[in-house]
């Protein structure tokens, strides 16, 4: 049997490899990296995590927490190395990014039916293929997918958080708890005062970005908004959003602060921390000199600083069916970030699925067809719905999978029945 090719070695191209060779199907897993590195990669290992180190929810009653446990159910190999490496992060899976990677890493060189070539791939390679070249793609090859598909790309930037030591944290004017004390105290707060959050905004929405070419705040996806762009919509918007301190008493006061910054654990060893929410497209001085407001990190290490890249999509919902192949030539499939799905979980789905579907399809077996009722189909579905007209990349949530059809009071309990519904149907399904 020839082997498929799959293109890029992140998050979904490796649990697509992962998934077609523990079917027996043999693969030749494509990745640029390390001979040639992009603005946001730092490492040559596979499945990199070049913003959060944190795959978000872990919990049932949200849509990525149903993602996550379907997935481990069905073999996930990202999830699994997931769990392996987890830190602390309250209800959240976060990750030790290195330890993670590693291992994904390892696993996938390790497998006697995966091949590994290194080296930048510039054009679509005959025969089966899965596309999974990241938001990040090269231009040769975006030219070469841009040509194949005859349809326009649409492009936006995503912006990476800095990370800092603890060491280097001034703790008398910060604390550890998670919000209204659910779980383990995982995060480092770090208040602010009335008149500190004022010159800290001022600072911030003056401060100087660095060039981007084509870069509007209106094209920002918001789910990954530089904090100096939210910060420009208003005053109080950062004390709406990640700044927001709500359910976080100071100990010192036994009240909420004025705002509150969240520092979130980036290594199992606790030694680098990443400010939550503060994706950021400032230059580095700058980054230095405004975040070093904030009272607690005034004497701060910063390990990384922010940056911005870019990031491209296809228009889906034209191009792609429920299992991600090309409409127009299915034996072309995309997954991860290119589809149109944000963040890490949903691209690891989007692998899995596509992979899933091409090894039924090499061995004659009929599709899984993942219903909308699950998190995997409800994903599918929505990336390859021909009714969206302004496509724009969306992680996964309940308002895309059907309603119960009967009442259930309080939200989160009509959440964890939803979950508990596309677990049992999960269950059913031979995959």
């Given at each position: 049997m020839e082997p498929v090719k799959i293109i890029g070695a992140g998050l979904a191209g490796s649990e697509a490899a992962w998934q077609l060779a523990q079917r027996g199907?043999?693969?030749?897993?494509?990745?640029?990296?390390?001979?040639?590195?992009?603005?946001?990669?730092h490492s040559p290992e596979f499945g990199e995590l070049v913003c959060?180190?944190?795959?978000?929810?872990?919990?049932?009653?949200?849509?990525?927490?149903?993602?996550?446990?379907?997935?481990r159910r069905c073999g996930s190999l990202i999830l699994s190395c997931a769990d392996e490496h987890r830190v602390e992060a309250g209800g959240a899976l976060a990750v030790d990014r290195h330890g993670f990677s590693r291992a994904?890493?390892?696993?996938?060189?390790?497998?006697?039916?995966?091949?590994?070539?290194?080296?930048?791939?510039?054009?679509?390679?005959?025969?089966?293929?899965?596309?999974?070249?990241?938001?990040l793609t090269s231009d040769a090859l975006a030219a070469a997918i841009q040509e194949k598909v005859h349809a326009d790309y649409l492009s936006f930037y995503d912006a990476a958080a800095p990370l800092v030591t603890f060491e280097s944290l001034d703790m008398d004017h910060a604390w550890f708890a998670s919000r209204y004390d659910k779980g383990t105290a995982d995060y480092v707060n770090c208040a602010l005062r009335e008149e500190e959050y004022a010159?800290?905004?001022?600072?911030?929405?003056?401060?100087?970005?660095?060039?981007?070419?084509?870069?509007?705040?209106?094209?920002?996806?918001?789910?990954?908004m530089p904090v100096e762009v939210m910060a420009r919509r208003g005053v109080d918007t950062l004390r709406y959003g990640p700044l927001k301190p709500k359910g976080l008493k100071d100990p010192k006061t036994g009240k909420e602060p004025y705002a509150v910054v969240q520092l979130r654990k980036d290594n199992a060893q606790g030694s680098i921390y990443n400010l939550v929410g503060f994706q950021?497209?400032?230059?580095?001085?700058?980054?230095?000199?405004?975040?070093?407001?904030?009272?607690?990190?005034?004497?701060?290490?910063?390990?990384?600083?922010?940056?911005?890249?870019?990031?491209?999509?296809?228009?889906?919902?034209?191009?792609?069916?429920?299992?991600?192949?090309?409409?127009?030539?299915?034996?072309?499939?995309?997954?991860?970030?290119?589809?149109?799905?944000?963040?890490?979980?949903?691209?690891?789905?989007?692998?899995?699925?596509?992979?899933?579907e091409l090894a039924n399809r090499l061995q004659g077996k009929p599709p899984v067809d993942f219903p909308q009722e699950t998190a995997l189909g409800a994903l599918a579905l929505y990336v390859s719905n021909e009714t969206v007209e302004?496509?724009?990349?969306?992680?996964?949530?309940?308002?895309?999978?059907?309603?119960?059809?009967?009442?259930?009071?309080?939200?989160?309990?009509?959440?964890?029945?939803?979950?508990?519904?596309?677990?049992?149907?999960?269950?059913?399904?031979d995959i």
């Amino acid at each position: 049997m020839e082997p498929v090719k799959i293109i890029g070695a992140g998050l979904a191209g490796s649990e697509a490899a992962w998934q077609l060779a523990q079917r027996g199907i043999p693969v030749e897993l494509h990745e640029m990296k390390p001979q040639k590195m992009t603005p946001a990669h730092h490492s040559p290992e596979f499945g990199e995590l070049v913003c959060s180190n944190s795959l978000r929810s872990d919990q049932l009653e949200n849509a990525v927490g149903l993602l996550k446990e379907e997935l481990r159910r069905c073999g996930s190999l990202i999830l699994s190395c997931a769990d392996e490496h987890r830190v602390e992060a309250g209800g959240a899976l976060a990750v030790d990014r290195h330890g993670f990677s590693r291992a994904i890493t390892e696993r996938v060189k390790g497998h006697p039916l995966i091949t590994v070539v290194e080296g930048e791939v510039t054009v679509i390679p005959e025969g089966n293929v899965i596309l999974a070249s990241g938001p990040l793609t090269s231009d040769a090859l975006a030219a070469a997918i841009q040509e194949k598909v005859h349809a326009d790309y649409l492009s936006f930037y995503d912006a990476a958080a800095p990370l800092v030591t603890f060491e280097s944290l001034d703790m008398d004017h910060a604390w550890f708890a998670s919000r209204y004390d659910k779980g383990t105290a995982d995060y480092v707060n770090c208040a602010l005062r009335e008149e500190e959050y004022a010159a800290f905004w001022q600072a911030l929405t003056t401060a100087q970005a660095a060039e981007v070419h084509g870069f509007e705040d209106q094209n920002v996806f918001e789910g990954c908004m530089p904090v100096e762009v939210m910060a420009r919509r208003g005053v109080d918007t950062l004390r709406y959003g990640p700044l927001k301190p709500k359910g976080l008493k100071d100990p010192k006061t036994g009240k909420e602060p004025y705002a509150v910054v969240q520092l979130r654990k980036d290594n199992a060893q606790g030694s680098i921390y990443n400010l939550v929410g503060f994706q950021t497209h400032l230059k580095w001085p700058e980054q230095k000199r405004v975040f070093s407001m904030i009272p607690a990190l005034r004497e701060a290490e910063f390990v990384r600083y922010g940056v911005m890249h870019r990031n491209t999509y296809l228009n889906s919902p034209r191009l792609l069916d429920r299992y991600y192949r090309l409409k127009a030539a299915p034996h072309i499939c995309f997954a991860g970030q290119i589809t149109g799905v944000e963040g890490y979980v949903e691209s690891t789905a989007s692998g899995f699925v596509a992979a899933v579907e091409l090894a039924n399809r090499l061995q004659g077996k009929p599709p899984v067809d993942f219903p909308q009722e699950t998190a995997l189909g409800a994903l599918a579905l929505y990336v390859s719905n021909e009714t969206v007209e302004q496509f724009q990349p969306m992680n996964v949530n309940f308002g895309i999978i059907p309603p119960l059809g009967y009442k259930v009071k309080g939200k989160r309990n009509k959440n964890a029945e939803l979950s508990r519904r596309a677990l049992d149907i999960l269950a059913g399904l031979d995959i």
